[in-house]
């Protein structure tokens, strides 16, 4: 059987059965959006197999056929393409739009296959991959399943995070719905942004995102014990972290959690590459790391990378903002200039100038002569002497900047 003949177009169903409930003709023009002389033209040029001005109650068959040339007629086509087109199938025209399609490298109607379930798909692909011996060629498949080709088909590693599992989302609402009210100190006064992201949910956002499902939960008891257990210890702390402003305490214990749950996955991608199970990972010569174990003293050291968030569509830069909180490595995007903007001055300029480093070269800007820095002075200078040049003034009489 050719390919052409395995899908072919095919009638619908409602071509061989009735409906109990027909559509009047004025309840199915307002539910098509179609106009009693859209249809009416259409009899006229042959693409319907009746009238439908003189049918007073609309059939399945009637409103599926309906459907089928409205799509045609709406598709820009020119009326001799559409004659071409429909000069190939049968009258009545019952063919579900859904599911048939014109292939024009064909030359031919088909009939679209039925829609695959995507986790389906997905596990047959790897499943695919695994028995070839070449399931390595495939990222997602060393990230979910290291050390696979040594271990039981069954066994599948548990990396299920705290956000898959369980949230205090109503303390984090009520929370999230008080901090609207905080002005002072707030990044919402710094600009107004219309999709400002509260800063507690995306602290709780980040947090849930980078520890491990397992943190609180406790090592004696049964199953439901220790997942009672562990949903009411993460729901305690996680309270107490997303309190805006937050207390210093909680949040470096969150730090803790973070770099001790990053160390962990670090260290086993050091084993998986040991063992050969997957390439070598690029902050290995990144860090120049040669140990056998990442800790978490060794991220802080900067001997290892932190965990690296990435907002694509940052906006206000909240999430970033609690990133960098949280002691990650933030990075932060947005096709605004004015959302850019935004970020640089609560991301970049506070760290880069609020407490600059007298050690790192163009951290810490023009002084004056008490050693003290005067960025604010430094742009003044500048602007002055380019906008009074351009004006033909002196720098003293360029003072309308101000």
Same mark, same amino acid.
């Given at each position: 059987?050719?390919?052409?003949?395995?899908?072919?177009?095919?009638?619908?169903?409602?071509?061989?059965?009735?409906?109990?409930?027909?559509?009047?003709?004025?309840?199915?023009?307002?539910?098509?959006?179609?106009?009693?002389?859209?249809?009416?033209?259409?009899?006229?040029?042959?693409?319907?197999?009746?009238?439908?001005?003189?049918?007073?109650?609309?059939?399945?068959?009637?409103?599926?056929?309906?459907?089928?040339?409205?799509?045609?007629?709406?598709?820009?086509?020119?009326?001799?393409?559409?004659?071409?087109?429909?000069?190939?199938?049968?009258?009545?025209?019952?063919?579900?739009?859904?599911?048939?399609?014109?292939?024009?490298?064909?030359?031919?109607?088909?009939?679209?296959?039925?829609?695959?379930?995507?986790?389906?798909?997905?596990?047959?692909?790897?499943?695919?991959?695994?028995?070839?011996?070449?399931?390595?060629?495939?990222?997602?498949?060393?990230?979910?399943?290291?050390?696979?080709?040594?271990?039981?088909?069954?066994?599948?590693?548990?990396?299920?995070?705290?956000?898959?599992?369980?949230?205090?989302?109503?303390?984090?609402?009520?929370?999230?719905?008080?901090?609207?009210?905080?002005?002072?100190?707030?990044?919402?006064?710094?600009?107004?942004?219309?999709?400002?992201?509260?800063?507690?949910?995306?602290?709780?956002?980040?947090?849930?995102?980078?520890?491990?499902?397992?943190?609180?939960?406790?090592?004696?008891?049964?199953?439901?014990?220790?997942?009672?257990?562990?949903?009411?210890?993460?729901?305690?702390?996680?309270?107490? !972290?997303? @309190?805006?402003? =937050?207390?210093?305490?909680?949040?470096? +214990? %969150?730090? *803790?959690?973070?770099?001790? /749950?990053? &160390?962990?996955?670090?260290?086993?991608?050091?084993?998986?590459?040991?063992?050969?199970?997957?390439?070598?990972?690029?902050?290995?010569?990144?860090?120049?790391?040669?140990?056998?174990?990442?800790?978490?003293?060794?991220?802080?050291?900067?001997?290892?990378?932190?965990?690296?968030? !990435?907002? @694509?569509?940052? =906006?206000?830069?909240?999430?970033?903002? +609690? %990133?960098? *909180?949280?002691?990650?490595? /933030?990075? &932060?995007?947005?096709?605004?200039?004015?959302?850019?903007?935004?970020?640089?001055?609560?991301?970049?300029?506070?760290?880069?100038?609020?407490?600059?480093?007298?050690?790192?070269?163009?951290?810490?800007?023009?002084?004056?002569?008490?050693?003290?820095?005067?960025?604010?002075?430094?742009?003044?200078?500048?602007?002055?002497?380019?906008?009074?040049?351009?004006?033909?003034?002196?720098?003293?009489?360029?003072?309308?900047?101000?």
């Amino acid at each position: 059987m050719t390919r052409v003949a395995e899908h072919a177009a095919r009638h619908s169903g409602a071509l061989y059965q009735g409906t109990l409930f027909p559509s009047a003709q004025e309840q199915f023009i307002a539910e098509v959006f179609v106009s009693a002389d859209e249809m009416g033209s259409w009899h006229r040029k042959g693409w319907l197999s009746f009238d439908p001005l003189t049918v007073a109650d609309y059939d399945e068959k009637e409103r599926v056929e309906l459907l089928f040339i409205r799509g045609l007629a709406r598709s820009g086509l020119s009326d001799a393409m559409i004659n071409r087109m429909l000069s190939s199938l049968k009258k009545p025209y019952c063919y579900d739009p859904s599911t048939t399609s014109f292939s024009f490298v064909e030359n031919c109607w088909i009939s679209l296959p039925p829609e695959r379930d995507q986790a389906d798909v997905t596990n047959k692909y790897l499943d695919g991959r695994i028995e070839n011996q070449d399931w390595m060629r495939c990222a997602c498949c060393r990230a979910r399943f290291p050390k696979l080709l040594k271990m039981p088909r069954t066994i599948v590693i548990d990396d299920k995070r705290l956000i898959e599992d369980y949230l205090p989302i109503v303390a984090i609402s009520a929370e999230a719905s008080r901090e609207k009210s905080v002005r002072k100190g707030h990044i919402s006064t710094l600009h107004l942004w219309w999709a400002r992201r509260p800063l507690v949910a995306c602290r709780a956002a980040v947090y849930g995102a980078l520890v491990p499902a397992s943190r609180f939960v406790p090592n004696g008891g049964s199953d439901e014990q220790k997942k009672s257990l562990g949903r009411a210890n993460s729901a305690k702390f996680v309270k107490a !972290l997303c @309190m805006y402003p =937050g207390e210093p305490r909680t949040i470096q +214990e %969150a730090q *803790r959690h973070i770099l001790i /749950a990053h &160390a962990d996955r670090l260290t086993q991608e050091l084993a998986d590459w040991k063992a050969g199970n997957m390439p070598k990972p690029g902050w290995v010569d990144e860090f120049k790391f040669s140990g056998a174990r990442v800790t978490m003293d060794d991220i802080a050291a900067g001997r290892a990378p932190r965990p690296r968030v !990435l907002d @694509m569509f940052a =906006g206000g830069g909240a999430i970033p903002l +609690e %990133a960098l *909180r949280l002691g990650c490595e /933030a990075y &932060a995007l947005d096709l605004n200039p004015v959302a850019h903007i935004i970020q640089l001055c609560t991301l970049v300029y506070p760290q880069k100038y609020g407490k600059p480093d007298t050690s790192a070269r163009g951290m810490t800007g023009p002084k004056n002569e008490k050693g003290e820095t005067t960025w604010g002075g430094w742009p003044m200078r500048c602007a002055t002497g380019v906008i009074g040049l351009r004006r033909g003034l002196g720098p003293r009489s360029a003072t309308f900047i101000r």
